[in-house]
């Protein structure tokens, strides 16, 4: 009985904290200053990382390459993707791509890849090869996150956190088998989470799947499509000018897959640079 009084006031308390931020923005904002939303989903996007992680900063000079403005919070995702769903967010940061949301949301270009992996406990003897030998386990998974299609296939037994962070404290504690996770996201928690994370876990597998974040606008505003192809025209702009490189070398991103191609289509396309 207690435990579900302080799940139902967590609820109500994050639901007011919600409101209060929808409430603290004028009916008359200016329509080239963007409320932008983003769950915790460091090293990509967090508040506690410089220029916010490496995905809003790249979606962030995108933006002012477009001559827009913005505001930038950060909520769980299911929270998030309910406030731009609705209209009460204007974009939203690192968004992949499902054709489901397609509904609600208007995608920029490609921003970053990232792989979606399987971690356990590093003493725990568990290894497959294909899904269905995980059957017997419970794997935390998102709340909310566009989980891998052959992941959700397979109707493996899953359990929901509301991030990242609370799946791998659940896995350490036993409470679950294996979190489905980002490897980036995943190496950055054991790496500046507590102690006993150090060698505690290892990913087994191969990448599921490989991802791609996006900037997503919510279609509730009319010039969703107009506002996306100005992002694009300012990121492909720092494609060229050697933006993107920079921003990807102070993240600590340079060797990522997806800008790896890009860059090197760029550099075959035009010998000269």
């Given at each position: 009985m207690a435990k579900t009084f302080c799940t139902a006031s967590t609820l109500l308390l994050g639901l007011l904290v919600t409101l209060a931020?929808?409430?603290?923005?004028?009916?008359?904002?200016k329509p080239d200053k963007l409320k932008i939303v983003s769950n915790e989903y460091p090293p990509f996007y967090s508040?506690?990382?410089?220029?916010?992680g490496v995905v809003s900063h790249l979606a962030h000079e995108a933006l002012k390459r477009a001559d827009l403005t913005l505001t930038h919070?950060?909520?769980?995702?299911?929270?998030?993707?309910?406030?731009?769903?609705?209209?009460?967010?204007?974009?939203?940061?690192?968004?992949w791509y499902r054709e489901s949301r397609t509904t609600w949301v208007e995608y920029?270009?490609?921003?970053?890849?990232?792989?979606?992996v399987l971690y356990k406990r590093i003493q725990n003897d568990i290894s497959y090869t294909q899904l269905s030998d995980l059957s017997d386990f419970t794997i935390g998974v998102g709340?909310?996150?566009?989980?891998?299609?052959?992941f959700m296939k397979a109707g493996l037994k899953t359990e929901e956190g509301s991030s990242d962070t609370e799946n791998l404290k659940k896995l350490l504690l036993g409470r679950t088998d294996l979190?489905?996770?980002?490897?980036?996201?995943?190496e950055y928690l054991?790496?500046?989470?507590?102690?006993?994370y150090d060698h505690a876990f290892e990913m087994i597998g191969k990448p599921l799947s490989v991802e791609l974040f996006h900037f997503g606008i919510s279609k509730s505003r009319s010039d969703h499509k107009a506002l996306i192809a100005r992002f694009n025209q300012g990121l492909n702009e720092m494609k060229l000018d050697g933006t993107v490189l920079r921003i990807?070398?102070?993240?600590?991103?340079?060797?990522?897959?997806?800008w790896l191609q890009e860059l090197q289509k760029e550099l075959k396309e035009d010998p000269r640079k």
């Open positions: 931020w929808v409430m603290s923005f004028p009916l008359d904002a508040k506690l990382s410089p220029q916010f919070d950060f909520f769980p995702f299911s929270r998030a993707v309910l406030l731009t769903k609705g209209g009460y967010a204007d974009g939203i940061i690192g968004i920029s270009a490609p921003l970053l890849s990232v792989n979606v709340r909310g996150y566009a989980n891998p299609p052959a979190v489905l996770i980002s490897q980036d996201v995943a054991m790496t500046e989470g507590p102690e006993e990807l070398k102070q993240h600590g991103f340079e060797n990522n897959g997806y």
